[in-house]
């Protein structure tokens, strides 16, 4: 059941009841009141104007007997008063109601001795009246007197007061259960069914609802507190939301260091045992394109040689320091004079494809803290990155400090990198290139150092038309931990 009619049935219904019957009880109790007041009047003057006829009638006396009539008159709303004898006959009388009763009646009351009296209605007026036999000093009935007594307004509409008084309770409890029923819709029943929404809204999963502190004073304080409870949830949601982030970054991380690891002992390994004959290769090829005996196509074929093995010899070296766990001795630095090496290292390449570069570097207010050559290889293999891929006129490097955190965009006009390629940018010898022009380690080292920078790196599609790299470094090592894509 409903609150509102729970408070109408068993607090509001039971004290209109009890109104009701008080307010019953009571005017019945001023009918009654009323009424015995006026039979008490009327038989006090029926008997003292009685005793004063019986006298009269015992002397036979016409004159007296008239007085005691004229006296009845003198109290308050006597309008008759009769004399009749013991037959019913009327002897003398003044006033209204005469016939008010029978004679069958009167002659009752002259055999029983005893006074009677009655309600009655003649000619459209209400009396009460009375009827007292008249004894002689023997006790010998001569006669009966009548005494009418009209009714007052007060005396003749008590019913009908009774029946307004009657409706005008039920009419205003009607009106204070109307009442109470608007307030309580009004300033508990609907401030209740919105915080009710919003609870159901919040629990279907729409976090970012709110109650609207409006209406009562009650009903503010539980807005107010509803959505301090909601803003504590929300704010340890995106807490353990970060965390899981975190972890689930680090498990990356774990993973990917693991591989690199394992890519670093087994390179180790293989360098181990291939070192030493590539090193007589090399060796032994340098001695026999020192002999004049060969012919320039025999020392061109040679030099091939010796090209291919320090290709090899490269790669080596690179798996090496890509599984080799290093520790990142970090030191204040300037953006503008990393990017600025790492353009030198490049410009020669840049030259040769005609690429302009194009730096924005706003000037930054904090140092970053970092290891400087790892970030100039950073840079370098982006850049010689860039370089190497097709349709590429245009590099632009740009960066941005924000709450801690310095970001890097660097972005081409090439043409781009197709979305199924995306996520294994990253991967080990993977490479889009030709075969022989690219080990695909570039990239990985990217990331490796990033990470042990505690910072983020990730691939998207540049507004220049190509391929975008977005490096997220934290400007001191309180701020670790981002998330690396």
Known sequence: MRLRNLILLTIIAPLFLALLIFSLVAIKSLEDNVRNRLEREVQVITNVIGTTLSQAMARNATEPLEESLYSAFSFHRIYGAYVFDASGREIYGLGLGQALFSPETIREVAEDGEMRAAYREHEGWHYYSALKPLLSATGEVQGVLQVNRLNTGVENYTGFLSQLA???????????????????????????????????????????????????????????????????????????????????????????????????????????????????????????????????????????????????????????????????????????????????????????????????????????????????????????????AKEVSRVRIR?????????????????????????????????????????????????????DHGGTVGVFDSELGGAGFEIGLPLNDADEGGTAT
């Open 166 to 388: 009657l409706l005008a309770f039920v009419i205003g409890a009607a009106g204070i259960v109307l009442g109470i029923w608007w307030g309580f819709r009004r300033h508990i029943e609907r401030p209740l069914e919105r915080l009710l929404t919003v609870m159901q809204r919040v629990e279907s999963g729409d976090r970012g609802q709110r109650a609207e502190a409006k209406g009562p004073q009650e009903y503010e304080r539980l807005a107010v507190a509803l959505n301090g409870m909601l803003d504590a949830m929300a704010e340890k949601d995106a807490d353990i939301e970060a965390r899981q982030r975190k972890e689930i970054e680090l498990e990356k991380r774990l993973r990917k260091s693991k591989k690199l690891a394992e890519l670093g002992v087994l390179a180790a390994g293989v360098a181990h045992e291939i070192g030493a004959p590539l090193t007589v290769i090399n060796g032994q090829a340098q001695r026999l394109s020192r002999r004049d005996t060969l012919n320039d196509a025999d020392r061109a074929r040679l030099g091939r040689i010796r090209s291919e093995v320090e290709r090899i010899v490269e790669i080596v070296r690179q798996l090496m320091e890509l599984g080799r766990r290093h520790n990142v001795e970090k030191e204040s630095l300037n953006l503008t004079e990393l990017v600025d090496t790492a353009h030198e290292l490049v410009e020669e390449d840049f030259e040769q494809n005609a690429i302009r570069l194009e730096t924005d570097l706003a000037p930054s207010s904090s140092q970053l803290l970092a290891n400087g050559q790892q970030l100039v290889q950073v840079l370098t293999n982006l850049l010689r990155n860039a370089a190497q």
């Open 399 to 451: 960066a941005q400090e924000k709450e801690g955190w310095l970001t890097l965009w660097v972005e081409d006009n090439g043409s781009g990198i197709v979305d199924k390629d995306k996520a294994k940018v990253f991967d080990p010898f993977f490479t889009t290139k030709p075969v022989g022009q690219g080990s695909g380690l570039g990239l990985s080292m990217v990331h490796r150092i990033i990470n």
